[in-house]
DNA sequence: GTGAAAGCGCTAACAG
DNA sequence: CTGTTAGCGCTTTCAC
């Protein structure tokens, strides 16, 4: 089993020409002859030779890496992010280091301290919130660091969230247009800004308009603790509305109201979600939900990461309520 | 600006030691004395110094970087190997370096290659098949190569996958349980060898049992998929059942069937899909499925990665079937 | 236990 | 255009 990989030098040798030539063979911009190219290329075909990104990299100070830390990496909406991140970083040559924070509640810090190690260029944070000593960190060593969805009170970073306020409003209206009395607004335990936020706007809003509104939070982001919120929330009959922060919970929601708690939706109760992952549009549930454009946000990351001077520092992204089935 | 990271030089100059010492106080098992090392900590702390480990590497050729590949990083299978794999991995004190194949019928040969460059020492295929050269220049380069539910004609490779031929089998004794008399059985157009693998042993079990089979494929692996096949085979009153080799698949066919063609299931027609991913379970379906172990399929890919010389070569994960209510 | 010196594989500045 | 010569930041002999 052949251990170590080619060096240039072997190829240099190979080839009869010097380590320099095949440096410059590799380096795009560089000036060599056609036929030392050739050779070069031939010999490093013969020998299978990579150039070595990690050496390049100590003299470049490029490192192309990107690092991109999250937790929850399985749910619907971070692995779609995930996804179309990762897509587009390897558009742009770039690659992705990722390191999973495994739970939200867990400190990031260390995590990115790690990608300090491996010299990555920028960071990008899709879920958790770093400490201002590692933002300042990250400044001192010129990485730059952008937070999705998390809103930093501090002009030297880049952030780039969804208009969770005009959502929230948009829920409100919607549910209000539903006629409704009394609303729940429901978020998870793991209470994250982004969470808040809507959840605060979505009251003022209601209690502006004179309706009564009753807050439930508990458990994890997900559709199981929609279901819990449900079954308890729904056991008070004159509930006739709800704006779940999340779709996860929305559809746990829906589903206890209908299968559990014997309610006709959007009869009986409006129901209205945020961020309109790929579930609440599946027929069972046609969840009516505020959509966050994860294409949007995404092309404002990348071009964050591709600008060499970022103009702009908190990008909002546009949000649009999808009408389906769930509101009256 | 964009400033440079402090070098382990700078801090040897402050603490007034030379950099070896540096070096040693930062590498596990050398030997400093308590002094120096102290001294060398706090100059460290004070200029905010971390080891290059790009540099590092150089040295001791562990990169302790891990390539993942994989394509369709936001479907729930996918995501939730992704999301396992990468915990266990910085669990191991391994990083990982992500490159999406953007869709699966991509060649994946030049993500390899890449990963190669950046002398990751291992690399990890979630999904899509390398194809032989390549698997080759892995061996030739010591690059370990691990292969989720691929099977490949080789003995030098490492292979972890779900028992894709017993699933199938349980399936299709399900569906003969539930007394069925003419099935249906659902692949994506993308035909991955799991895909295929499932189809084929459960169109052979029906077949011996001497039940009518009618294969159906088309599409990309998705809900949508299997709406799609649901509404063309459903025409057919005589369909009585259904294995959906994917769950997603299955979803799609199941909410087509009671939504779009009017039929009670499982009264009217038995559904049984395969992966058990977690909108399974969710109270609007309860799809009965073949359930993969992520977890088991996962632990097997670290231990492999975590041993020195593995070996086993092909790891067979044993499925279960998950009873809920689309069977008769 | 410690420093000096020699690399790791590569790029870049400098003569030719 | 090409080879020679310094480094990039770090680890690791090797003497002391």
Redesign the interface.
Known sequence: ?????VTAEEVAKRAGVSRSAVSRTFTPGASVSKTVRRKVLKAAREL?Y??????Q??NN?R?NLIG?VGA???S?FI??Q??LL??GL?RQGK??????A?DARQDIAP?I??L????AQAIVVLSGEPPASIVD?CI???VRLILINQRLDRTDTNMVLSDDSHGADLAALRLIESRCKKVAVVTSGSQTPAQLRRAKAFTQRMQAEGVDVVAWSGGPTS?ESG?QAGRELLVDKAIDGAFCVTDLLA??FL??A???MNRRVPQDVSIVGFDDI??AG????GLTTVAQSFQALTEKVLSALDSDEPETRMQVVPVTLVERQTAR
């Open positions: 089993m052949a251990r170590t990989f299978g990579r150039v070595n990104r990690l050496a990299v100590l100070d490192s991109v929850n990496l399985s619907p692995s779609k995930l996804d990762s897509i390897l690659q992705c280091l990722l390191l999973n495994a995590l301290e790690l300090f190690e491996f010299r960190e001192a060593n010129g559709y279901v559809l746990g589903d206890a209908r299968l559990e790929p579930q599946w027929k069972s549930y």
